[in-house]
Structure formats: structure tokens, C-alpha cells
């Protein structure tokens, strides 16, 4: 049997692939061929898989395929050796029976291993699977690998013979199959393979291309069919010809960053070809973002921005023809670039005729909920709440401003431009406030409000923003939560935990002294119009405790410490970094582990005791030399543990009350908590409820222990 391993080349020509999806349908596709491949042992598990896609071709290459798999040794089961052999080992009619079903032939006794001992002891029949060949090898495998790929919308179309059809992606022209320099024989969508493809569909030397081994693939393309059929090498190809272009096009110029459009811009072209267009400057009276987006989102082009990072009248397009003069192609790219920086300039003018504050009466006839009414009417409330959080963290002045902010922030949704470009909400609100002649931070916090928008965005850039970008998420969470629309599973259809993470963040990272309690509370009081709105507080709390837990695991905390810090519910978010800090280095000491199981079994002996226990101890209920000693370090101890506490010093908070460990210790050891005197074990256990209040205020340092 032939064993030879060679290289392996598929390729599936088809017409214009859909571009968002092809880097996906290009990587599966090869992903999925060496996975059935290595199945079947046609393929090592070791085989380098390099995966092509261009606009109208995916391909894979694999190394070291061989041309049949192995055979392989089969060991039948057959059944136990005292029901298939007589007392003189003959074989009895049961097993002949088997046999004759597997087609063995029974008339020739056949060579039977015997396995196990006893009653356990069992027949097999030994035998060797011939090694599947690659041609039904590979057939079995790019069906599946085509079954596997996921097809945005699959397309039906009739092959040449007008009667039969069939279901691709789109329809497939041409297929190739190379073991080495042998075509291997392969029917798929109508096709029968070959050694040959077609190159670029206006550019190519030849047409059409002969493919004489599967290792030179890649290059008969590139020099006689003019492709680059990698993704990620045209990709690459793109980002060069970009940066080159920007520089010639002037000092510090760089071309926008937008990992999406090179992905895409990747997918339209064969062989990239970047040359520069440019507009009228007039236009650049127009906010950059919709100049910008205009051309990202409707003609694929990257806008050039100064060394500033300011737009300039030029851009960059990624053609996919490479004439000797490129006069035609730039001419055609800046013609129909023009209507749509027309349009963007029209829209930016109308709207601006009227101010935010005129479009706040028709807010109320767009429905935010039909539970919670209008996005007018949500919009009074998330200014309700940003005056209440504004009073809280800066007075009158940031409260009015916040207010203000909070009314417009949605007023921009009624404009020309955002109707066009959804994704220009709050920036344009920016603009069209700036217009409007309202202060700085009022127009910065109309676009702020939206941030954090995803993981990692930034935090809005002043106060105002921040508190109008709490009022907006808060009254999100508590009207969604208050009308039973939670998160459930992976559906989360109103983004409740990215609103949830933004809250936190804030908090957090904007170091804002603002207790959960007192915002939520000031959230429950902007539904207080709406009947039969029942605040899911307790609810919400969870909630944004179990989001603040990912987080913290996320930053690289484990489970014990966060659970230590979040068990206690602080309310002020922007302490928890602090605490963490606290307990880790807490955690450090030589006493750490001897307090946190201390601290575990003093929980647990107030949890048990039947009645609430005071913390009043009574001095002449101490008997025991320990239970004097324990009070006394608690006199010394504790004040001077609370007094870094309330300065905020946690670490030296824990740090002190370290020194507890001896008199804990020596209490357990010496000491009867549950005596038989009713008046003592109260007495014991009022003393052990002052030692866990005073160690639990930073953590619950029982969740520290193993």
C-alpha cells in the first residue's frame, strides 16, 4: 500500500465571497479539513495548517498528508467463552451464528483470543481495517469541512445542466485537489477537481492558471495570477501601502485605526492597490466624526489625519486594480465621495437651525418602554437623579450643571445627523450644544454620558460627564430591574451588565465618595411617579456585587480576597481597591492564618448562639485570666485599628490588629465560651461579638481561611 506523504492543496474558486464574513469562513474551513483529515489518519495531529481566502477563493494547504492511512488492528468482542465453546471446545451454535453475521466464515474454525479469567473470560475475533485511501478520505473531509463553515446566508443555484442544483455560499466555479503534484479525485457542488484556478479576475497573466504542485501555490498566484492568496499576508500588504502613503502624503499624517475596516477592506481585495484621493477643504467645516464615518461606513476608505490626529482633506482607498495611470480610479473614488461629505454637511447645517432644548417636546413621543413610558419622560428622570448625585458630590453648581446636561443628553436623537449615523449619539449632542453657546462641561457631558461603552473605554473627562453618565446607567438598571426585565443566562437584551460595569467603574476609578445606597436610593425616587413600581433594590445590590466580583477576578484577585472585601457589602466602591490592597498585604504576615481560622470559629460560635448577643461586657463576669487579657489588647488594640480605618488607612488598620493573635490564641486554648452559666457564656460572647466587629471592618477575614 502506498504510504507516501506529500503536501495537500484544496481550493474551491467561487463568485465574490461576503467580505465581513470571509477571514471566519477562510479559517474554519482549513481548521475543519485537517480536523477530518486527522480523523481518519490521513493527517498528523503535527500537520501545519495554512489557511488562503480571498474575495473568491478559500484554500487550505496541509503538510505531510498521506495518500492511504495505516490499516488498523480491530478487536471484535464476541461474547463470553462459556457461551461460545462447548465442554470440547467446539465452537456452539451461538457462536457460530455471530460469526456467520460478521461474515466469518464458521465452517473453518477460526483463530479466536481468549481474554479475562473466569466468568469474566471472553472470545475476540482479531482482525485489520484497511486504512481509508485519501481520495474517500478527502471527499468525507471537505464535505464536512463545508458542512462545518458558517454561512451568513446560503445561496441555491442550478449547475449547467439546467436540472440540478445545488446550496453554497455562493455559487462555486472551480475546484482544485493536489496531493503533491497528483490531482486527487474529488466531486463537490457540481464540480469535478483539477490542477487548475484563475487568478486575479482583471490582472492575471494567464487565465487559466496551472497549479503543478500543491507547495506552489501561494506563488503561481502572486506572480502569474496577481493575488496574494493569504488574509493575513494581504492584510499586512495593506497596513505597508497605508503608512507609506500617509508619510508621502505628509509629515506626521497616519491613517485612522480601525481593525474592523482593514479586516473587511481585506476581504473586497485580491491584490491591494492604495492610492490617495482628496476632497474640497470646505468640507472640513463638518465635525470630523461624520466626515470620518461617512467614508469608513459607506465607501470603505481610510481618512488621513494630521500629526495631530485632525482630519485632513485627503484619504486613502484600497483599490483592487493596479493601472499604469491611476488618474481614472481617483477620479471615479472622488466623485462619489463628494455627494455623501455633501450630505453630511447638509445635515450639520439643518440641524443646527435648531437648538437641543426646542427638540425636548417631541422626546416625549418617542417610546423609550412601554412600561416606563417615554424617552421624554425617562430623560426628567435621569435629570432628577443627576441633580440628587450632583448635590452629593459638589453642590448647587455641579448639581444645575449635571441637570442640564442630563435634560439634553438625548435631545440629539431627534437630529438629521443621528437619525443617518446612529453611532453619533452624545457626539454630535457635543456639537449641536457648543452651538447652542452652553457652557464646556455641560456639552463635554452630553457625550460623556454614554461612556464607558465597552470594556476598557474611558471614563467620561470631568464631573459633569461622570454624574450625568451615573444618573443615565443607574436609571437604566433600577426602571429595568423594577419591571422584572433581568439579565437571564446569556441574554442580556438591554446590556444591563456593561451599565452595571460602567456604574462601577465609575465609582471606582473616579474615586467618588457616594454610597450604592444613596444613589439607588436617589434612582427609586425618580419612579416614584409611576404606578405600581416596586424598586428591586436588593436585587440590583446583588447584581452589581456579582459584576464588581468578575471584575475583581478579571484584575487578577482570587476568589478568597474578593469574597473577604464583597462579603461585607462596602458601600463606597471606590474603597474596595484600598481593602483589597489591605488584605493582601494582610495576608503576608505570620498571624494572618492563626486570625482568619480565629475569626472563622468566633463566627460560628455567634452564629450558633440562640439569642442576639450584645457587645456590653461586664468586667466582673471575667474569670479566666485569657478572657482579662483578650479585653485588655482589645482596649489597647482596637482604637488605634478604628482610627486608621476611618482615616481610610486600611493596611495599617489590619496590620495592627495583627498584634491580637497571642491573647485570641491563648482565649481558645484557655477558655470555656459556652459554660454552663448562662451569664458567663453571654459574657464570653459579648466579648467575642466586640473582637469580630473590630476585626471584620476592612474584610470578613474568616474568608481568608483555607
Same mark, same amino acid.
Given at each position: 500500500?502506498?504510504?507516501?506523504?506529500?503536501?495537500?492543496?484544496?481550493?474551491?474558486?467561487?463568485?465574490?465571497?461576503?467580505?465581513?464574513?470571509?477571514?471566519?469562513?477562510?479559517?474554519?474551513?482549513?481548521?475543519?479539513?485537517?480536523?477530518?483529515?486527522?480523523?481518519?489518519?490521513?493527517?498528523?495531529?503535527?500537520?501545519?495548517?495554512?489557511?488562503?481566502?480571498?474575495?473568491?477563493?478559500?484554500?487550505?494547504?496541509?503538510?505531510?498528508?498521506?495518500?492511504?492511512?495505516?490499516?488498523?488492528?480491530?478487536?471484535?468482542?464476541?461474547?463470553?467463552?462459556?457461551?461460545?465453546?462447548?465442554?470440547?471446545?467446539?465452537?456452539?451454535?451461538?457462536?457460530?451464528?455471530?460469526?456467520?453475521?460478521?461474515?466469518?466464515?464458521?465452517?473453518?474454525?477460526?483463530?479466536?483470543?481468549?481474554?479475562?479469567?473466569?466468568?469474566?473470560?471472553?472470545?475476540?475475533?482479531?482482525?485489520?481495517?484497511?486504512?481509508?485511501?485519501?481520495?474517500?478520505?478527502?471527499?468525507?473531509?471537505?464535505?464536512?469541512?463545508?458542512?462545518?463553515?458558517?454561512?451568513?446566508?446560503?445561496?441555491?443555484?442550478?449547475?449547467?445542466?439546467?436540472?440540478?442544483?445545488?446550496?453554497?455560499?455562493?455559487?462555486?466555479?472551480?475546484?482544485?485537489?493536489?496531493?503533491?503534484?497528483?490531482?486527487?479525485?474529488?466531486?463537490?457542488?457540481?464540480?469535478?477537481?483539477?490542477?487548475?484556478?484563475?487568478?486575479?479576475?482583471?490582472?492575471?497573466?494567464?487565465?487559466?492558471?496551472?497549479?503543478?504542485?500543491?507547495?506552489?501555490?501561494?506563488?503561481?498566484?502572486?506572480?502569474?495570477?496577481?493575488?496574494?492568496?493569504?488574509?493575513?499576508?494581504?492584510?499586512?500588504?495593506?497596513?505597508?501601502?497605508?503608512?507609506?502613503?500617509?508619510?508621502?502624503?505628509?509629515?506626521?499624517?497616519?491613517?485612522?485605526?480601525?481593525?474592523?475596516?482593514?479586516?473587511?477592506?481585506?476581504?473586497?481585495?485580491e491584490r491591494p492597490n492604495v492610492l490617495i484621493g482628496q476632497f474640497e477643504p470646505e468640507f472640513l467645516a463638518v465635525p470630523q466624526e461624520c466626515l470620518i464615518l461617512t467614508m469608513k461606513a459607506n465607501q470603505k476608505y481610510f481618512p488621513l489625519l494630521d500629526a495631530a490626529g485632525k482630519l485632513t482633506h485627503q484619504f486613502l482607498i484600497v483599490s483592487n486594480l493596479t493601472p499604469?495611470?491611476?488618474?481614472?480610479?481617483?477620479?471615479?473614488?472622488?466623485?462619489?465621495?463628494?455627494?455623501?461629505?455633501?450630505?453630511?454637511?447638509?445635515?450639520?447645517?439643518?440641524?443646527?437651525?435648531?437648538?437641543?432644548?426646542?427638540?425636548?417636546?417631541?422626546?416625549?413621543?418617542?417610546?423609550?418602554?412601554?412600561?416606563?413610558?417615554?424617552?421624554?419622560?425617562?430623560?426628567?428622570?435621569?435629570?432628577?437623579?443627576?441633580?440628587?448625585?450632583?448635590?452629593?458630590?459638589?453642590?448647587?453648581?455641579?448639581?444645575?450643571?449635571?441637570?442640564?446636561?442630563?435634560?439634553?443628553?438625548?435631545?440629539?436623537?431627534?437630529?438629521?445627523?443621528?437619525?443617518?449615523?446612529?453611532?453619533?449619539?452624545?457626539?454630535?449632542?457635543?456639537?449641536?450644544?457648543?452651538?447652542?453657546?452652553?457652557?464646556?462641561?455641560?456639552?463635554?457631558?452630553?457625550?460623556?454620558?454614554?461612556?464607558?461603552?465597552?470594556?476598557?473605554?474611558?471614563?467620561?473627562?470631568?464631573?459633569?460627564?461622570?454624574?450625568?453618565?451615573?444618573?443615565?446607567?443607574?436609571?437604566?438598571?433600577?426602571?429595568?430591574?423594577?419591571?422584572?426585565?433581568?439579565?437571564?443566562?446569556?441574554?442580556?437584551?438591554?446590556?444591563?451588565?456593561?451599565?452595571?460595569?460602567?456604574?462601577?467603574?465609575?465609582?471606582? *476609578?473616579?474615586? !467618588?465618595?457616594?454610597? =450604592?445606597?444613596? &444613589?439607588?436610593?436617589? @434612582? /427609586?425616587? +425618580? $419612579?416614584? %411617579?409611576?404606578?405600581?413600581?416596586?424598586?428591586?433594590?436588593?436585587?440590583?445590590?446583588?447584581?452589581?456585587?456579582?459584576?464588581?466580583?468578575?471584575?475583581?477576578?478579571?484584575?487578577?484577585?482570587?476568589?478568597?480576597?474578593?469574597?473577604?472585601?464583597?462579603?461585607?457589602?462596602?458601600?463606597?466602591?471606590?474603597?474596595?481597591?484600598?481593602?483589597?490592597?489591605?488584605?493582601?498585604?494582610?495576608?503576608?504576615?505570620?498571624?494572618?492564618?492563626?486570625?482568619?481560622?480565629?475569626?472563622?470559629?468566633?463566627?460560628?460560635?455567634?452564629?450558633?448562639?440562640?439569642?442576639?448577643?450584645?457587645?456590653?461586657?461586664?468586667?466582673?463576669?471575667?474569670?479566666?485570666?485569657? *478572657?482579662?487579657? !483578650?479585653?485588655?489588647? =482589645?482596649?489597647? &488594640?482596637?482604637?488605634? @485599628? /478604628?482610627? +486608621? $480605618?476611618? %482615616?481610610?488607612?486600611?493596611?495599617?488598620?489590619?496590620?495592627?490588629?495583627?498584634?491580637?493573635?497571642?491573647?485570641?490564641?491563648?482565649?481558645?486554648?484557655?477558655?470555656?465560651?459556652?459554660?454552663?452559666?448562662?451569664?458567663?457564656?453571654?459574657?464570653?460572647?459579648?466579648?467575642?461579638?466586640?473582637?469580630?466587629?473590630?476585626?471584620?471592618?476592612?474584610?470578613?477575614?474568616?474568608?481568608?481561611?483555607?
Open positions: 500500500m502506498n504510504m507516501t506523504a506529500e503536501n495537500l492543496l484544496v481550493e474551491i474558486l467561487v463568485e465574490e465571497l461576503p467580505p465581513k464574513a470571509l477571514k471566519t469562513l477562510g479559517e474554519t474551513f482549513a481548521s475543519a479539513l485537517a480536523a477530518a483529515l486527522q480523523r481518519d489518519g490521513l493527517a498528523a495531529d503535527d500537520t501545519t495548517v495554512t489557511a488562503y481566502a480571498t474575495p473568491r477563493r478559500l484554500a487550505a494547504h496541509l503538510t505531510g498528508v498521506l495518500a492511504a492511512a495505516a490499516d488498523k488492528p480491530v478487536a471484535q468482542k464476541l461474547m463470553p467463552v462459556a457461551v461460545g465453546l462447548a465442554a470440547d471446545g467446539q465452537p456452539t451454535p451461538a457462536l457460530r451464528k455471530k460469526l456467520a453475521a460478521l461474515g466469518i466464515d464458521a465452517t473453518v474454525t477460526p483463530q479466536l483470543r481468549r481474554e479475562g479469567e473466569g466468568k469474566a473470560e471472553s472470545l475476540f475475533y482479531d482482525t485489520v481495517a484497511r486504512g481509508v485511501t485519501l481520495a474517500e478520505g478527502l471527499q468525507k473531509a471537505v464535505e464536512a469541512a463545508l458542512a462545518a463553515l458558517p454561512i451568513p446566508k446560503v445561496m441555491r443555484y442550478q449547475l449547467a445542466d439546467g436540472w440540478t442544483s445545488v446550496q453554497f455560499v455562493r455559487p462555486a466555479h472551480g475546484l482544485v485537489a493536489l496531493h503533491g503534484e497528483n490531482i486527487v479525485p474529488l466531486a463537490l457542488l457540481g464540480l469535478t477537481a483539477s490542477n487548475e484556478t484563475r487568478g486575479h479576475r482583471f490582472e492575471a497573466n494567464t487565465a487559466p492558471l496551472l497549479i503543478s504542485h500543491a507547495d506552489r501555490y501561494a506563488e503561481i498566484l502572486r506572480e502569474q495570477g496577481a493575488v496574494i492568496a493569504a488574509f493575513s499576508e494581504r492584510r499586512g500588504e495593506i497596513v505597508r501601502q497605508l503608512q507609506a502613503a500617509a508619510q508621502a502624503a505628509g509629515t506626521g499624517f497616519h491613517p485612522i485605526e480601525d481593525a474592523a475596516l482593514l479586516d473587511e477592506v481585506t476581504a473586497l481585495v499604469a495611470d491611476p488618474a481614472a480610479i481617483l477620479g471615479g473614488n472622488e466623485r462619489v465621495v463628494r455627494p455623501r461629505l455633501a450630505d453630511a454637511r447638509f445635515f450639520f447645517e439643518q440641524d443646527k437651525k435648531k437648538t437641543l432644548e426646542s427638540r425636548l417636546p417631541a422626546l416625549d413621543k418617542v417610546v423609550y418602554h412601554n412600561k416606563l413610558g417615554s424617552q421624554g419622560a425617562r430623560s426628567k428622570r435621569v435629570a432628577a437623579i443627576a441633580l440628587a448625585i450632583g448635590e452629593r458630590l459638589g453642590g448647587d453648581k455641579l448639581a444645575a450643571q449635571a441637570q442640564v446636561a442630563a435634560r439634553l443628553a438625548k435631545a440629539d436623537l431627534l437630529t438629521g445627523m443621528v437619525g443617518e449615523f446612529p453611532e453619533l449619539q452624545g457626539v454630535m449632542g457635543r456639537y449641536y450644544a457648543k452651538n447652542d453657546g452652553l457652557p464646556e462641561d455641560v456639552a463635554d457631558a452630553i457625550e460623556d454620558h454614554y461612556k464607558p461603552r465597552f470594556a476598557g473605554d474611558t471614563l467620561p473627562r470631568a464631573r459633569v460627564g461622570m454624574v450625568v453618565a451615573l444618573a443615565d446607567k443607574l436609571e437604566t438598571l433600577a426602571g429595568l430591574f423594577g419591571i422584572g426585565q433581568t439579565p437571564t443566562g446569556d441574554k442580556d437584551p438591554f446590556a444591563l451588565r456593561r451599565h452595571a460595569l460602567g456604574v462601577i467603574r465609575m465609582l471606582m *476609578e473616579g474615586h !467618588l465618595a457616594l454610597s =450604592l445606597e444613596t &444613589i439607588l436610593k436617589a @434612582a /427609586d425616587h +425618580a $419612579f416614584a %411617579a409611576i404606578p405600581g413600581f416596586v424598586p428591586a433594590n436588593a436585587q440590583l445590590v446583588d447584581f452589581i456585587y456579582d459584576r464588581l466580583a468578575g471584575l475583581l477576578r478579571e484584575q487578577g484577585y482570587t476568589a478568597q480576597e474578593s469574597d473577604a472585601v464583597l462579603s461585607l457589602k462596602p458601600q463606597i466602591l471606590g474603597d474596595v481597591p484600598k481593602r483589597l490592597a489591605a488584605v493582601r498585604v494582610f495576608s503576608t504576615l505570620p498571624e494572618a492564618a492563626a486570625l482568619a481560622a480565629a475569626n472563622k470559629r468566633v463566627g460560628n460560635l455567634l452564629k450558633k448562639s440562640e439569642n442576639g448577643v450584645c457587645r456590653d461586657v461586664q468586667p466582673d463576669l471575667l474569670q479566666e485570666d485569657a *478572657e482579662r487579657a !483578650l479585653v485588655q489588647a =482589645l482596649d489597647a &488594640i482596637a482604637p488605634g @485599628a /478604628d482610627a +486608621a $480605618f476611618e %482615616a481610610g488607612d486600611y493596611t495599617e488598620s489590619l496590620k495592627i490588629l495583627a498584634a491580637l493573635r497571642a491573647p485570641v490564641d491563648a482565649f481558645f486554648e484557655q477558655v470555656m465560651v459556652n459554660a454552663e452559666d448562662p451569664a458567663l457564656r453571654a459574657n464570653r460572647l459579648a466579648l467575642l461579638a466586640r473582637l469580630h466587629a473590630a476585626m471584620n471592618r476592612v474584610a470578613d477575614l474568616a474568608r481568608l481561611s483555607g
